[in-house]
């Protein structure tokens, strides 16, 4: 079993008689927690967090198991590293990642969906779902190493909450109330993106309540902060629930009018595998099929995709996926729709005549893996973008996870044509559910009202992500 130290046991209000036999910890649910351990795919082998945790609490803030057994997270353990597995094996001798940057690991009831999230932008870090093989991938790009999320300097967003205000502001700027307001321009010196240089993203979340299967993080947005008027507390749920469903809701309330506009920022890798020994000249998601079925206009965008004010229509174009249809159909008909000389998708498609809730607005398979994302949301516009510049030496390179094919030596490959082991450009796909983009500065489209919070309402977004296999 996993050892723990004695600094974790007190901070876990554990005596060293309770570590003993997992029946005293887990109480009640420890049948099923038994079984679940008992499982040798299991990525959470013998990880230690019971089924109906409270979490621990460190300075304010409920924690979680600081470390995972490195066999558990990495390939299938021997029997032999599983019961010697201690803090020193953890990733790399690694220091237990401390909050913001702590793992939280969630399933749901069923253990259909499993995922990890950490505080520091209230961030989904793993996804696991079943492939057609009934085999377990994580299907999302991150860091093996959580504290990367605070200090590495592509800033591709991967996983967070993306706000105060997701998205493109032109300019920096906009008016609200007969005021006008100038926030940060961290993308290309010429607008404001995702809320600013200290978007959410970035912010250290306080976790208010956990338990297997949910989690809710909660932020509060000072006045003034990134140049924004009023203050925003917003609350945010994920839920991991049976038949493979991750729920995620958010909501928010300001003192006074001011922009909110937030959206949850996933890189989907529907075919993980495809990873392992990925190379520069391969575009793993291209043979994924895309179906929008009521996204029959998108906002067109500038070369560095602000919105230009018009909405056309899909029709006849490489955006029109309202029926099924595979990316590589279009590909070579995509040159600077993700921006100029960019060749791909970055768009936010609109479903201007209304969408029913109970129905996806978004499918995205992979006919290798069989894995499927049916999304459902009450918000009514999509963007999508196959991450066509995630490989941007200009930028940096991104390490893969180890179960992407990663590896904690010469992450970066070396001049003796050894492949470098990142992220390369099209290696997932971001959807964001969220509002037209940049409405605020497009009066004439009839979102404003929408995206500007008053204080006598309440923000409300809600996602629900269904995996399938087909
Ligand atoms: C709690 O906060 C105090 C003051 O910042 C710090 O000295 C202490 O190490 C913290 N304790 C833990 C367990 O993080
Ligand atoms: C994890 O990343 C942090 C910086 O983000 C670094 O200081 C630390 O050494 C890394 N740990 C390992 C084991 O690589
Ligand atoms: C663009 O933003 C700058 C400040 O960043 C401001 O001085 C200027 O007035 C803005 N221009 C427009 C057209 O809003
Ligand atoms: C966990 O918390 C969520 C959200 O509050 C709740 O819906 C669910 O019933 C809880 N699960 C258990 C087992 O208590
Ligand atoms: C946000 O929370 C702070 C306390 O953390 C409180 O002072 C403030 O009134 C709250 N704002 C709103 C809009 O609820
Ligand atoms: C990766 O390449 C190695 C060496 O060619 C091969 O043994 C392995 O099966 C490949 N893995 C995947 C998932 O393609
Ligand atoms: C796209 O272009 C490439 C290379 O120019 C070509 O091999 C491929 O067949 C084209 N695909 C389609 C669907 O036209
Ligand atoms: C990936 O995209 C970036 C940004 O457009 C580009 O600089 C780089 O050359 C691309 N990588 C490959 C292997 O084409
Ligand atoms: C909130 O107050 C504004 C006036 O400040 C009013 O126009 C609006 O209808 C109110 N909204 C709700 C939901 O009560
Ligand atoms: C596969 C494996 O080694 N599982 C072990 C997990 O830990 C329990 C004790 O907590 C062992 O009984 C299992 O053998």
Same mark, same amino acid.
């Given at each position: 079993? !996993? ?50 945790? %409270?979490?621990?609490?460190? $300075? ?41 940057? @702590?793992?939280?690991? /969630? ?6 969906? %499993?995922? +990890? ?14 492939? %057609? ?28 909450? !993306? ?5 493109? =502001?032109?300019?920096? *700027? ?8 100038? +926030?940060?321009? @961290?993308?290309?010196?010429?607008? +404001? ?55 995620? %809701?958010?909501?928010?309330?300001? #003192? ?12 989907? $890798? ?7 020994? /990925? ?6 998601? /291209? ?35 309202? &029926?099924?249809?595979?990316? #590589?159909? $279009?590909? @070579?008909? *995509?040159?600077? =729709?993700?921006?100029?000389?960019? *060749?791909?998708?970055? +768009?936010?498609? !609109? ?13 995205? #398979? ?11 949301? @009450? ?8 991450? &066509? ?32 082991? =990142?992220?390369? $450009?099209?290696?997932? !796909? ?41």
């Amino acid at each position: 079993m !996993v050892v723990l130290t004695s600094t974790l046991m007190s901070l876990l209000g554990l005596s060293s008689t309770l570590i003993g036999t997992a029946t005293t910890v887990l109480g009640t649910d420890a049948d099923s927690y038994l079984a679940i351990r008992d499982n040798v795919d299991d990525p959470f082998l013998n990880e230690t967090v019971p089924k109906d945790t %409270r979490g621990f609490v460190v $300075n304010g803030t409920i924690g979680s198991y600081p470390c995972f057994v490195k066999a558990g997270l990495y390939g299938k353990p021997t029997s032999d590293q599983v019961n010697s597995a201690s803090y020193s094996d953890c990733i790399d001798n690694a220091l237990e990642p401390t909050y913001p940057f @702590n793992k939280i690991h /969630l399933r749901s009831p069923d253990d259909s969906i %499993r995922a +990890t999230f950490i505080p520091f932008g209230a961030r989904l870090t793993e996804m696991w779902v079943k492939d %057609r093989n009934q085999d377990w991938q994580d299907i999302t790009l991150g860091f093996d190493n959580t504290t990367n999320y605070g200090t590495e300097p592509v800033h591709p967003y991967f996983g967070p909450v !993306v706000g105060r205000y997701a998205n493109r =502001i032109k300019n920096g *700027t906009f008016e609200v109330g007969g005021k006008t307001y100038h +926030t940060p321009l @961290n993308e290309n010196n010429i607008d +404001t993106l995702h809320g600013g240089t200290d978007g959410f993203d970035r912010r250290s979340w306080t976790i208010e309540h956990l338990n297997a299967s949910s989690i809710t993080f909660t932020l509060d947005d000072p006045a003034g902060n990134q140049g924004f008027p009023h203050n925003v507390n917003t609350t945010v749920t994920y839920t991991l629930e049976n038949d493979a469903t991750y729920d995620a %809701r958010m909501h928010a309330k300001s #003192s006074g009018k001011t922009p909110v506009m937030l959206s949850a920022h996933n890189y989907w $890798n529907l075919d993980p595998q495809a990873l392992v020994n /990925l190379s520069a000249s391969d575009r793993p998601i /291209l043979d994924y099929v895309l179906h929008l079925p009521y996204a029959k206009n998108y906002i067109a965008g500038d070369t560095i995709l602000i919105p230009t004010g018009k909405v056309p229509s899909v029709s006849g174009t490489a955006l029109d996926f309202t &029926s099924p249809t595979p990316f #590589s159909q $279009n590909f @070579n008909r *995509t040159e600077g =729709i993700c921006g100029l000389g960019c *060749t791909g998708w970055d +768009t936010c498609w !609109v479903m201007k005549d209304g969408h029913p809730e109970n129905k996806p607005v978004l499918t995205m #398979s992979s006919p290798a893996s069989g894995i499927q994302l049916a999304m459902y949301t @009450n918000q009514v516009a999509i963007q999508v973008y196959t991450s &066509s510049g995630l490989a941007n030496p200009k930028n940096g390179l991104i390490p893969r996870k180890r179960v992407h094919g990663g590896q904690a030596e010469n992450l970066a490959g070396d001049d003796n044509g050894v492949a470098k082991k =990142i992220y390369e $450009n099209y290696s997932a !796909v971001v959807i964001e559910a969220e509002d037209w983009i940049d409405g605020i500065n497009n009066p004439q489209w009839g979102r404003k009202e929408h995206q500007v919070l008053n204080e006598n309402e309440t923000y409300d977004w809600h996602t629900t992500y269904v995996f399938s296999t087909v």
